[in-house]
């Protein structure tokens, strides 16, 4: 994995790193850094827990320590993916209170091994509840796990907007207004931007000016410098589908130029991009081929 210049605060400067999510279930550093340098990875993105299920494992201080020591020396921005299965808009009282634990052990385990910021997902108003009691109940729960961000070292907290499925609170960009508005615009907070769940949930970055109106209006609606991390993933399915399948970079509905446009608008100047793309691909060579062909649209 190549030198990258990079900083806490904003991850990497005046370039784009390209990596994807990679496995650890053999250790962090020695199947996570292996499964990276396999696929030519400039970044990573790691779970630090089952992503299904509410463990909070303590990790290794041995491995983390080499992995974050090896991404530090080779300017490798890391980033940790929180479990899907946290969602503070929940009506069950117990899902709510097993989210806070999980997002805390992803926000300290992400300090611990170096990662700049740690990805949630964004959630939905579930049980019947209106959005704005789901959100109140955000600010409630979420706030006070920013409030603990006060290390130097500790991560970003990304929201996620997810493809709109179901009750979701956030799929457009226009749903970000509120939920930065909820948690007070905090400065620790920021945005990961899923390239299939925001064509999913109805922005048609296919279209010409697609790209550019859809990150033309992230930062309106969030502020300059907020967008901190995109996950680079074509879609299986149509624009507005609300259906959250990824699929290998050009062979999806999004197509292969969209990409490269992302590359050109300012909001994304240094913003890393992981691939989370089926790991078959094409001609049978997973990820890497996404992680190359990213890097051959990639301005020089």
């Not at 784009?16 to 696929?39: K, Q, S």
Request: net charge negative; hydrophobic share 40%.
């Amino acid at each position: 994995m190549g030198a990258i210049a990079t900083s806490k605060g904003g991850a990497a400067a005046l370039r784009n790193p390209v990596g994807g999510h990679v496995a650890v279930a053999g250790g962090l550093a020695a199947t996570g850094l292996a499964e990276a340098a396999r696929m030519g990875a400039e970044t990573v993105q790691v779970f630090v827990a089952n992503p299904r299920g509410w463990a909070t494992p303590p990790g290794s201080p041995r491995q983390d320590e080499e992995f974050r020591e090896h991404c530090a020396a080779q300017g490798v921005p890391a980033y940790v993916h929180a479990p899907y299965l946290i969602n503070f808009g929940s009506h069950t009282a117990a899902t709510v209170d097993h989210s806070v634990d999980s997002l805390r052990h992803s926000l300290r385990r992400g300090r611990a091994i170096g990662a700049l910021g740690t990805v949630v997902h964004t959630g939905s108003a579930t049980g019947g509840r209106s959005r704005a009691t789901a959100l109140a109940q955000v600010r409630e729960r979420m706030l006070p796990l920013l409030e603990e961000l006060t290390h130097e070292d500790d991560p970003w907290l990304l929201l996620e907007p997810t493809a709109g499925q179901g009750f979701s609170l956030c799929s457009l960009v226009e749903d970000l207004g509120p939920y930065f508005d909820t948690l007070d615009h905090h400065p620790r907070l920021g945005v990961c931007l899923d390239t299939c769940h925001v064509f999913a949930a109805g922005h048609d970055l296919a279209a010409v000016g697609g790209v550019k109106a859809t990150l033309d209006e992230l930062v309106a609606t969030v502020g300059e410098g907020r967008l901190k991390l995109i996950h680079a993933n074509d879609s299986k399915d149509v624009v507005g589908a609300h259906k959250d399948r990824h699929e290998n970079i050009g062979a999806g509905h999004i197509g292969a130029a969209a990409f490269g446009e992302l590359f050109r608008h300012p909001a994304t100047e240094g913003v890393p991009l992981i691939v989370e793309t089926p790991n078959g691909g094409p001609k049978g060579t997973g990820m890497a081929t996404d992680v190359a062909v990213l890097k051959s649209l990639r301005p020089a």
